[in-house]
């Protein structure tokens, strides 16, 4: 399984950017998957996630200002970011879960938002 997300970039604080993670098999056939950030020295931390029924899940810091969705279709998955502050710049990985012990990373992409 292959997962290669893309739109990171460079934005002001208070700015937008949206995040996508193509996968190389088709996302219905994955339980969970998510976005996750890690900054150096600290550990990788959930930032949004979501079933394949639809439910989702968002960590507190992001609740109201990050959207995760994903499209069947094009087996990818989106991570809309709002109102970006400057602690939200990190590495953002995406992760596939099929299960407990089967689960997979991309390589991440870098979002730093500037002040």
């Known amino acids: 399984v292959e997962l290669v997300e893309s739109g990171g970039g460079l934005v002001q604080v208070g700015g937008s950017l949206r995040l996508a993670c193509a996968a190389s098999?088709?996302?219905?056939?994955?339980?969970?998957m998510g976005w996750y950030r890690q900054t150096p020295g600290k550990q990788r931390e959930l930032v949004a996630r979501?079933?394949?029924?639809?439910?989702?899940d968002y960590a507190d810091s992001v609740k109201g200002r990050f959207t995760i969705s994903r499209v069947n279709a094009k087996n990818t998955v989106y991570l809309q970011m709002n109102s970006l502050k400057s602690e939200d710049t990190a590495v953002y990985y995406c992760?596939?879960?099929?299960?407990?012990?089967?689960?997979?990373w991309g390589k991440g992409t870098l979002v730093t938002v500037s002040s």
């Open positions: 992760n596939a879960e099929f299960s407990t012990v089967s689960y997979y």
């Open positions: 098999v088709n996302i219905f056939t994955i339980n969970t």
């Open positions: 979501i079933t394949s029924g639809g439910s989702t």
